[in-house]
């Protein structure tokens, strides 16, 4: 007599498979997200020329916002071009410092091409600054504007600057210093510049003239050449 099979018993969830499911919902968790983003200390430590402004921005909160990002511009300052007292510059601006660091931060991967085709008319780029809620407006961008370089040359020279309505304050592209496509692109900037609102009237005495840098010797310099 054919023994029927024994009914095979209905589908059911294994009874560890839940307590699996929450175990690897906890690892996701609790496991670091996946190294993204830049370390904006480790690229600038091969450029001496910019290890003022690496530990201005290594010692705010600002280097561990970065490093969770990527597709950024950082506009560095040269040391030579950086106020003697960066905080005071800062707060003599009504700024708090690590605002003015992160107003230095674009949230655009932007090359040497990219500033090439930077229109006279300018182009608004936004900054870490605006995340933290604080700028009014749009006033978190730059305006990026092609002017003409003094010096009857034909190329073209990119002025950073925070967007009218106030004159704020301003700095030109001295150049493109390194770059790790598409996440960080690091160029000089001739001084500090300070988003618009902030009373930069205070402070304009105690910015250097600009650009009393040199880029091609800073650069080659921190190349070791
Ligand atoms: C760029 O960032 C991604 C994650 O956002 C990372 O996987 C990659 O390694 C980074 N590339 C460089 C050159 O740092
Ligand atoms: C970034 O790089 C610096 C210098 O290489 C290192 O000391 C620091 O721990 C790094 N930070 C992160 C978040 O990886
Ligand atoms: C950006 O600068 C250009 C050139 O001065 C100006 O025409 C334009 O209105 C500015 N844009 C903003 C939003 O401030
Ligand atoms: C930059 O600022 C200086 C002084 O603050 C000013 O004289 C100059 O016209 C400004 N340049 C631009 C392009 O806005
Ligand atoms: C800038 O520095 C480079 C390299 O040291 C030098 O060849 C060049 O003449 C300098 N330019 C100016 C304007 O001083």
New binding site residues.
């Given amino acids: 007599m054919g023994r029927g099979s024994p009914p095979a018993p209905a589908p059911r969830l294994a009874p560890g498979l839940p307590a699996l499911l929450a175990a690897a919902l906890l690892l996701l968790l609790l496991l670091p997200a ?5 370390n904006v200390t480790a690229v600038l430590a091969a450029f001496p020329g910019f290890s003022d402004f690496a530990r201005l921005l290594a010692s705010s909160p600002v280097a561990a916002e970065l490093a969770g990002r ?1 597709s950024l511009t950082l506009l560095a300052v040269p040391n030579a071009n950086l106020p003697r007292s960066p905080s005071a510059f800062a707060a003599a601006a009504g700024a708090d410092l690590a605002d003015v660091l992160r107003y230095h931060v674009l949230l655009e991967y932007l090359s040497p091409p990219d500033l090439a085709r930077v229109p006279a008319s300018g182009r608004l780029v936004t900054t870490l600054f605006q995340t933290t809620g604080r700028a009014p407006s749009d006033l978190g961008a730059v305006n990026l504007t092609a002017t003409a370089a003094g010096g009857g040359g034909s190329s073209s020279a990119v002025v950073v600057r925070s967007p009218s309505p106030s004159p704020g304050s301003n700095a030109t592209v001295l150049g493109a210093v390194t770059r ?5 692109s690091v160029l000089a900037v001739g001084g500090l510049i300070v988003p618009s609102g902030f009373d930069i009237a205070a402070s304009g005495s105690e910015t250097r003239p600009s650009p009393a840098v040199n880029i091609t010797r800073v650069l080659t310099d921190a190349r070791g050449f």
């Fill in positions: 996946p190294a993204a983003g830049v990527s790790e496509p598409y996440n960080l």
